[in-house]
């Protein structure tokens, strides 16, 4: 085994009333002293159904600039289609240990995907509360079916199936999104890689923890990619850093989460801002997401748009292969 699984450490006697040391987070990152409970805003929600669309790209705009992050709904990803991939996902992690190990990413491999407990460093050598499974679900010619449980059955279909819904929808967003900076509708998606763009689907475990006060299951990052859509179960979880403040997000049945990523706010040259979020845990219940990652092939260049630049607004990033963005960001190097 690579590393013990945190599943496997709830159903230990270390779990019973405290923690393993090494999910202890230091006190300035601990959620019982760091979350702020006061009056907030909540974060944007988006109807796609709205008549207008100039609205909905404004709103879109305004929510990428303020925020980074927004909710989607009547986005037509059917509601069904959604509980079947939570379903298929939960079914997998409630299998026995060593049958979810066959999936287990290999030692020393350079890809993310598989079944895992840990990614990039912790310069404290801390550790977070979660499991995760990753493999990418589009295009066809990067899938790697290694990486797709075989059980449950119904696994394959429902991923495959979400990923031409999910596609629909990110193609929108990439359109508004372009539009919001007064670009062509094709402009972000060609900017990250166009039809090449990678879908790395990850769930996202967090078991039942004895102290939510002391751990995260995701410490505070900004995503690398160009964008991810996320949908979380009915366990809240899922923080974001606004003003100065840790926030929680507010749950909406059957609604997507869209992080604006790196990348987007590369292209952009900072117009559009990668959300600083974290993930929290819960004492009695378990928490799941399924965040998809839209991704630059390893060698495409990213940087930012000339066309929102001028003598006055000179570039804010270097381009970048993605591939040397991610490896600078997993290993905590610096990238400029």
């Known amino acids: ?8 450490i709830v159903s230990s ?13 230091p006190e300035d990152e601990q959620p019982a002293i760091t979350t702020f409970h006061g009056l907030i805003p909540d974060i944007p929600v988006i109807d796609f159904n ?10 879109i705009a305004n929510a990428s600039r ?8 009547n986005h037509g990803i059917p509601f069904h289609l959604i509980q079947k ?12 240990q060593e049958e979810k190990e066959v999936y287990a990413k290999p030692p020393g491999a350079l890809t993310l995907e598989g079944y895992g407990s840990k990614i990039g460093k912790d310069v404290n050598g801390k550790k977070n509360w979660a499991d995760h499974l990753f493999h990418k679900i589009w295009p066809a010619s990067c899938i790697n079916h ?8 119904s696994y394959r279909p429902v991923n495959e199936e979400y990923a031409q819904e999910v596609r629909k929808v990110v193609d929108k967003l990439f359109e508004w999104l372009s539009m919001g900076l007064g670009l062509e509708a094709d402009v972000l998606k060609q900017g990250v890689g166009g039809e090449e763009i990678e879908y790395m689907m990850k769930i996202n475990y967090y078991p039942p ?25 009915e366990v809240p979880g899922l923080q974001v850093f606004k003003d100065g403040h840790w926030i929680d997000a507010k749950y909406i049945p059957g609604a997507l989460i869209i992080h604006i990523g790196d990348q987007i706010e590369i292209l952009s040259n900072g117009k559009y801002k990668a959300v600083l979020h974290r993930t929290t845990v819960d004492k009695e219940k378990t928490r799941m997401s399924w965040p998809v990652f839209l991704e630059p092939p390893g060698e495409f260049v990213v940087g930012p748009l000339p066309q929102l630049l001028d003598p006055q607004i000179p570039p804010k990033y270097k381009p970048k292969k993605f591939k040397d963005y991610s490896y600078c960001k997993f290993h905590k190097l610096p990238q400029y």
């Open 1 to 8: 085994m690579e590393v013990e699984r945190v599943q496997a």
């Open 13 to 25: 006697s270390l779990a019973k009333d405290n923690i393993p040391l090494e999910f202890v987070r």
């Open 50 to 59: 709205h008549p207008d669309q100039d609205h909905i790209i404004h709103l």
């Open 66 to 73: 303020d925020w980074g992050i927004f909710q989607v709904v």
């Open 85 to 96: 991939l939570q379903q298929v996902g939960k079914e997998f992690f409630d299998l026995p």
């Open 146 to 153: 290694q990486f797709w449980p075989k059980n449950p059955p």
């Open 209 to 233: 923890c004895p102290r939510p006060d002391l751990t995260l299951g995701v410490t505070s990052h900004t995503d690398l990619s160009a964008m991810t859509v996320l949908v979380p179960n």
